[in-house]
């Protein structure tokens, strides 16, 4: 692992999204839990760290929360086998796919792409780089309050597909470049924030590791 990965939030070229990987997060939205992963992007803009806000576009009142996995990659990468998936891994990170939920369903019903529901400014809050020694990928509890009430709670081994399947799933057909970031999929209990609103979430690793965020929704 190489030092500018500590840096991953300013060289980040591709944000790739992973969509319904927790059974009980696709039922709660009424969607199907798919049998292979489904994959969309943010653009590195989306990115924005603490001590910044979430803005909420103007013509939009509300977005939904969603805490996720980040997955940092080390090596440039292409048809990783998922024996040598861990070893592309550079680190982790925290972070939320914020999401107008009205958009993407107006796009769903039209069959358009989710971009502008998923992608705007701020859209990929993000938390900082987390080693990789901290993190056993089996057992991360993520969770995510707004105001202080608890929405989120889950754990990565609810996840239907893998980190290592996700990457070697992607790899197939997206070269993975160093600092790129993998959002994993949201538990369940995905809910609104409006303007005024505080969203902290926090991630718990291996031996008593912790993290938090807080951001303000604006
Ligand atoms: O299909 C939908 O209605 C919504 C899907 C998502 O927003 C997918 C995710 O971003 C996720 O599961 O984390
Ligand atoms: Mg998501």
Same mark, same amino acid.
């Given at each position: 692992?190489?030092?500018?990965?500590?840096?991953?939030?300013?060289?980040?070229?591709?944000?790739?999204?992973?969509?319904?990987?927790?059974?009980? /997060?696709?039922?709660?939205?009424?969607?199907?839990? @798919?049998?292979?992963?489904?994959?969309?992007?943010?653009?590195?803009?989306?990115? =924005?760290?603490?001590?910044?806000?979430?803005?909420?576009?103007?013509?939009? $009142?509300?977005? /939904? /929360?969603?805490?996720?996995?980040?997955?940092?990659?080390?090596?440039?990468?292409?048809? =990783?086998?998922?024996?040598?998936?861990?070893?592309?891994?550079?680190?982790?990170?925290?972070?939320? $796919?914020?999401?107008?939920?009205?958009?993407?369903?107006?796009?769903?019903?039209?069959?358009? @792409?989710?971009?502008?529901?998923?992608?705007?400014?701020?859209?990929?809050?993000?938390?900082?780089?987390?080693?990789?020694?901290?993190?056993?990928?089996?057992?991360?509890?993520?969770?995510?309050? =707004?105001?202080?009430?608890?929405?989120?709670?889950? /754990?990565?081994?609810?996840?239907?597909?893998?980190? @290592? $399947?996700?990457?070697?799933?992607?790899?197939?057909?997206?070269?993975?470049?160093?600092?790129?970031?993998?959002?994993?999929?949201?538990?369940?209990?995905?809910?609104?924030?409006?303007?005024?609103?505080?969203?902290?979430?926090?991630?718990?690793?291996?031996?008593?590791?912790?993290?938090?965020?807080?951001?303000?929704?604006?």
């Amino acid at each position: 692992m190489t030092d500018t990965l500590k840096d991953f939030r300013s060289i980040c070229r591709k944000i790739i999204c992973i969509g319904r990987n927790y059974s009980e /997060h696709a039922k709660e939205l009424g969607n199907v839990v @798919p049998t292979q992963p489904i994959i969309f992007m943010k653009p590195s803009t989306a990115l =924005v760290i603490e001590p910044n806000d979430i803005k909420i576009p103007s013509e939009w $009142d509300e977005l /939904h /929360h969603e805490v996720e996995l980040g997955v940092i990659i080390d090596k440039t990468c292409q048809n =990783v086998s998922k024996e040598e998936a861990e070893e592309n891994i550079g680190g982790y990170c925290l972070a939320l $796919d914020m999401t107008s939920r009205k958009i993407q369903d107006d796009l769903k019903k039209q069959g358009h @792409p989710w971009l502008l529901s998923k992608g705007f400014d701020t859209s990929c809050p993000c938390g900082d780089f987390i080693e990789k020694n901290q993190i056993d990928l089996s057992s991360v509890n993520l969770w995510l309050n =707004v105001n202080e009430n608890i929405k989120q709670n889950g /754990h990565t081994c609810d996840m239907i597909f893998s980190v @290592p $399947d996700l990457i070697v799933f992607i790899s197939k057909y997206i070269t993975l470049e160093h600092g790129d970031l993998i959002l994993t999929g949201t538990p369940s209990g995905v809910g609104p924030v409006k303007r005024g609103d505080q969203i902290t979430a926090g991630i718990n690793g291996k031996d008593d590791f912790k993290y938090t965020m807080k951001f303000n929704v604006v």
